[in-house]
């Protein structure tokens, strides 16, 4: 049985490679379609354009890069990055059934996208944050992105705060979801210790002020995280500052 440890990008990519043509039944499943919400919710932050060029980071299979990329035709394009291959190319096809949709897709990594500096409108990050080697970086390279003034939004588990009384019950109802429900289903489709490494990944996740820091040091002039779903998710928000002509690194 693989097992699967946070923070090591090679067996992070192999994970995603190996759950990628189950990971959308799945997600809809374990969140009983709520994901579909609470990525609508991050977007909504970015308030999509037309005419804009948007960037879906960790996109996966794609469920955000192609909601952005309906609401910026016409002009518009939406970028879409991962570093592994199996979500990409299920991602490829998707687009494919709806070939109006301005979707441009990138094999990369989301520490060093090697695209250009201040090159897009607004950017999202779903699920993504937790599963980098050092989100600091992540968030860097995010910033690095955007123009003057441009919005993201990083969505992910919230890692609850424990010195608290209400997040150390957040926490635990999440552990007991994540051990009771999630795992058990997952070991039911052969992804048992895909889905145990959830867990795992959260232990060592920033809470959301921890989040709000990393942002801020990263040159993020607005950086608040909402908690989603009574605390088990987290919506953090973003904005670059206005007027400077380059991020700066
Ligand atoms: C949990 S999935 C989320 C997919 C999609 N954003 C969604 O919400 O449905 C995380 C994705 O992040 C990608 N990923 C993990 N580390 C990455 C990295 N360093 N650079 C780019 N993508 C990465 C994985 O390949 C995977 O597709």
Not at 168 to 181: D, E, F, G, P
């Amino acid at each position: 049985m693989p097992t699967f440890r946070p923070g090591d990008p090679a067996a992070v990519n192999d994970l995603f490679e190996q759950i990628a043509p189950r990971y959308d039944r799945l997600n809809d499943l374990l969140s009983l379609g709520l994901h579909r919400i609470w990525k609508r919710q991050a977007i909504a932050w970015l308030a999509p354009a037309p005419g804009q060029r948007l960037l879906d980071l960790c996109c996966g299979t794609g469920d955000l890069a192609m909601l952005m990329a309906v609401r910026v035709r016409p002009g518009g394009t939406v970028l879409g990055v991962d570093r592994a291959a199996a979500p990409l190319r299920l991602a490829r096809q998707r687009a494919a059934r709806q070939p109006w949709l301005p979707l441009q897709w990138l094999q990369a990594d989301a520490l060093a996208t090697g695209l250009a500096d201040a090159s897009v409108d607004g950017a999202v990050m779903a699920y993504g944050l937790r599963n980098l080697a050092d989100p600091a970086a992540g968030l860097a390279e995010l910033r690095r992105l955007l123009r003057p003034g441009g919005r993201a939004a990083v969505l992910d588990f919230n890692r609850s705060d424990s010195t608290g009384a209400a997040g150390r019950r957040t926490a635990a109802l999440q552990r007991l979801l994540l051990r009771r429900l999630v795992v058990p289903v997952a070991a039911g489709a052969g992804l048992k210790e895909h889905y145990a490494y959830l867990e795992e990944s959260l232990e060592r996740f920033p809470t959301g002020a921890g989040q709000e820091a990393l942002a801020r040091a990263a040159g993020f002039a607005v950086a608040r995280h909402r908690p989603l779903a009574g605390g088990l998710m987290g919506l953090l928000q973003l904005q670059a500052p206005c007027g400077t002509q380059r991020a700066t690194q």
